[in-house]
Nanobody, 124 residues
Framework: QVQLVESGGGLVQAGGSLRLSCAAS????????MGWFRQTPGKEREFVAT????????DYADTVKGRFTISRDIAKNTVYLQMNSLKPEDTAIYYC?????????????????WGQGTQVTVSS
């Protein structure tokens, strides 16, 4: 059984940076892609970025394109989200998730395993 554990959240001023990590554990980890989503109270979980595990091809939400970078370390079974030029509207709980199958999804329903989330707060 695959488990995902996020880390790296925190409080940062607007314009600052944070790097989130998501480590996957389990006897055998496999995935078509890994993604990052975020959620604020009263809103639906929102797609942020996804990366195909084998090829490294990435896709981003328009709201973060040019500011966030998703990457992965296959040897460590870890996916990262580098967040630069953070804005107060980036404040949310950030979740990583596994997309088990082709095609690459951008909806929560496309992902079958989720981490517990890590809080990111950006102050103005």
């Amino acid at each position: 059984q695959v488990q995902l554990v996020e880390s790296g959240g925190g409080l940062v001023q607007a314009g600052g940076s944070l790097r989130l990590s998501c480590a996957a554990s389990g006897r055998t980890f496999s995935s078509w892609a890994m993604g990052w989503f975020r959620q604020t109270p009263g809103k639906e979980r929102e797609f942020v970025a996804t990366i195909r595990w084998s090829s490294g091809i990435a896709d981003y939400a328009d709201t973060v394109k040019g500011r966030f970078t998703i990457s992965r370390d296959i040897a460590k079974n870890t996916v990262y989200l580098q967040m630069n030029s953070l804005k107060p509207e980036d404040t949310a709980i950030y979740y990583c998730a596994r997309d088990p199958d082709y095609p690459t999804g951008m909806l929560p329903k496309d992902y079958d395993t989720w981490g517990q989330g890590t809080q990111v707060t950006v102050s103005s």
